[in-house]
C-alpha cells in the first residue's frame, strides 16, 4: 500500500516539470489527482497516459473561477479532498528596480502566484475541514528565504507565500489541516525554454542544459529534479508528516546552507545561465525566459 493511498489531491502547473513530477509520484503512491495547467494540450496527454487515477482541467490560477473549479472536480470526479498542492510558477517581472512597471505583466505575476494560492486555500478549506483535516502545500522557493536568488518581484512573492504558510498553519491546525511550503533550489525544468523554443529552439534539450549550469552550485553537485520535489510533497501529503506543519522545507541540494559555490574556475550560475539561453548577463534573462508557464 502507497503511502498516499485513499487520499484525493489537486496539483496546479500539473502537465510539465515539478508539477508533473508530482502527479505521477502521487499517483504511484496511491493517489487520486487532479491537475490544473494552462497546458492543456500537455495536460490532456498526461491524463491519457495515467488513466482514470488523474483528471484534468485547463486552468489559469489567476482566474478564481477556474481555481473554484479543480476543487468542485476533484469532489465530482472522485468524492473527497485530502490535499491541496499550489505549485503553478513562472519567473515573473525582473530587471532592476529603476525599471520596475506596474502593468498587466506585474498584476500577473503577483495574480498568479500568490492570490491564486490564497484562492485555491480559501475554496480548498472547507472540503479540507469537512473530510476531517487535510494538507496544504505550496511552492515557494530559496528566492523567499534569501537575497539573490530570483527577481525582486518574484523573492517578495515566494517570501510571502512562506508567511501565509506560517499564518495559515496556526489558524488551521486545529482543524486537522497542516500547511506547509517547499522552496526549491535549482531544479531542471522546461520552464526555461522561453525564447529559444518560441524561435524554433523546441528540440534543445533545456532540462539538459539547466543540469549542467546547476550542477556545481551547491554542495549535492548535481541539478535538482522534479523528483525531488515531488518526493518531498509526497511525505509532506503523508500521515508520516502528521506532525509537521508552518514549514518552509528547502528541497536545495545544500543551496541556503552556505555560501553559494560556483564551478570553479567559472562565472556564477546565473550568469551561465544567462550564456545558454542567449542572454549576454544575468540582468538580460528577463528577454529570454517565459513570461507564463508552470513550475
Known sequence: MGRLEGKVAIITGAASGIGEATVRKFIDEGARVVGGDLQEAKGQALAEALGPAFHFLPCDVAREDEVKALIDAALSTFGRLDCLFNNAGFGGVSGEIETLTFDERYRRTVDAMLTGPLMGIRHATPHLKA????TILTTASVAGLKGG???HVYSAIKAGVIGMTRSLARELGPAAIRVNAICPGGIATPIFAGRLAQEGGGNVDHAGIMRAVLAGNQPIRRAGEGSDIANAA???ASDEASFITGQA????GGLTA???LPPEGQEGGMDLLAKAFGADSAADLDSVLPERGQA
Request: charged letters at 5%; one cysteine or more; hydrophobic letters at 40%.
Open 249 to 252: 522545507l528547502a528541497v536545495d
Open 258 to 260: 552556505c555560501a553559494p
Open 149 to 151: 536568488y530570483g527577481p
Open 131 to 134: 473530510g476531517g483535516g487535510g
Open 234 to 236: 509526497a511525505f509532506l
